[in-house]
């Protein structure tokens, strides 16, 4: 059986190397809060604007934290 998965954007987040366990677990958090609020809406990261739809949040939570991302084409 062959299944075929679109192709689509992601972020691909990166914690400072000196960033203790506990505050990259809280970000975590934080950011799966904000995909898991996404999908009460009916989406999913196979939307076409999940990155423009979710950038705002998780700039905030990046501000917050000081970790990196880049956005992927998967």
Partial sequence: MKARIPKHR?????FPEDMDQARQDEAWGKLNQ???D???EGKSVY????IEDCQDKVDVL??????D???ELR
Avoid: C, Q, R
């Avoid at 992601?10 to 990166?14: M, P």
């Avoid at 990046?62 to 970790?67: I, T």
């Fill in 47 to 50: 939307t076409p604007t999940f």
């Fill in 69 to 71: 991302y880049t956005i």
């Fill in 38 to 40: 996404y999908k009460k």
């Fill in 34 to 36: 904000i995909l898991e």
């Fill in 62 to 67: 990046k501000a917050e934290y000081g970790f």
């Fill in 10 to 14: 992601e972020f691909l987040i990166s």
